[in-house]
């Protein structure tokens, strides 16, 4: 299941277990922050739309459509939430 393996993947980052690192995280979160974002859940959605925008930073890889599809999103979700400051 994809929340399963998602969540499993960056807790494998967060414990540093080798062969998991930016890249890995960057998609496990996005797919997380959608699947969410599906769900209506947009607390958790802004959460790993967050985290795979922070992910793809550290892999030097802010012009791959993971990290700005996430900001997209993450300005979707504010205008959503009447945010448009944050948009």
């Known amino acids: 299941d994809l929340e399963t393996v998602s969540l499993d993947i960056l807790q494998k980052i ?7 690192e930016e890249t890995s995280g960057r998609y496990a979160a996005f797919y997380l922050a959608s ?5 209506k859940d947009l607390v958790n959605a802004k959460v790993y739309y967050k985290k795979s925008i922070e992910f793809s930073e550290s892999a030097n890889a802010s012009e791959s459509g993971y990290y700005l599809f996430s900001l997209s999103n993450l300005a979707r979700i504010a205008i959503e939430e009447n945010q448009t400051d944050l948009a």
């Not at 967060?14 to 998991?20: I, N, S």
């Open 14 to 20: 967060d414990g540093r277990m080798m062969g998991y």
């Open 35 to 39: 699947l969410y974002r599906s769900k």
